[in-house]
């Protein structure tokens, strides 16, 4: 239990439980009904627009919702737990092991669920004989609801904020039993409010797409500049030495994703404007040198034409009769 406030938003504090409710003698966290909100959504929306727009059948999408899912979720663990190992020792093998695969107990990293996801994508789509980047631009913006809503997992367990500050919308954390109340960074709202902006911009745009893959890299460039400046301000990041490990994953996933996509986009209006050539080249191609052409071969005269049994008279009508073609078909190709 802990008690949540935004004094600079004149919302004064309120109890925030843990716990949604009870089965079977079991706690059932508000993290773990927020997680699987965010699934349910994302996967709706991606059959949406696999089935809509990326020619993917239903029964299709649906093995890369399951596959995904859980891949991802085993992702994020391994991710959180290789960064984290010390604190998951034990006495013994079995309780390491149990303490490494206690999901339902916290500690889970979004870049891990990204990376094993995208794993799993690309296995299903080429065992299926499936577009891989058809699939990722699918996926893209459904893990974005994920997130957005995931966030607020993190705001039900009052983690996964920032450093204290003074700010009109800071959030006031105290725990239940304790009179200390501290005013930090509600990072887990920037972030959710970031993927929300992001998610909207790249839904608009996404039937305006110039390439297969392009997607994938707006939202890897767009949710790897939020969580760059984000993840700074945050007290719980994981590190690697001195290193914040998601801030450098975040600014990887920005420099080379802008980079990438610049380049696709330049590439897709090159090919556009040499097709429009080709189109240009052709059509005059066919309008003009062909009627010269023929124009030319009915109307020359040989330079000693061979003796003819007809009569002057026939050879005369023989003659206007030629030219006479010809001009009619080059008046026909100029009126066109």
Known sequence: ?????????????????????????????????????????????????????????????????IYLVIFGVIGARLYYVFTKFESFKADSFWDTLYN??????GGLAIYGGIIAGAIALIVVSLIKKINVFRAFDMA?????????????????????????????????IRPAGSN??????????????WNLIGFLIIHLLYKHKKFNGQIFLMYLSWYGFGRMFIEGLRTDSLYVGEYRISQVVGFLCFFFGSAILVGMLIVSHLRKLDIVKESVTSDTTDDCPSGASETSDTIEAPANPPESSTTPREDALTTTDSFDISATYVDEDDEE
């Open 100 to 105: 490494v695969i206690a999901v339902w107990e």
């Open 1 to 65: 239990m802990h008690y949540i406030s935004f004094p600079g938003l004149n919302i004064e504090e309120f109890p925030l439980n843990r716990v949604a409710f009870s089965l079977f003698g079991r706690d059932i966290m508000w993290y773990g009904v927020i997680i699987t909100c965010g699934i349910i959504l994302a996967g709706l929306y991606a059959h949406y627009r696999g089935k809509n727009v990326e020619g993917i059948t239903t029964d299709n999408i649906l093995d890369y919702v």
């Open 180 to 193: 200390s109340t501290i005013y930090v960074h509600p990072t887990f709202l920037y972030e959710s409010l």
């Open 140 to 172: 893209a913006p459904a893990v974005m609801i994920g997130q957005i809503l995931g966030r607020w997992g993190n705001f039900f367990n009052a983690e996964a904020y920032g450093s204290e500050t003074t700010l009109p919308w800071r959030m006031g």
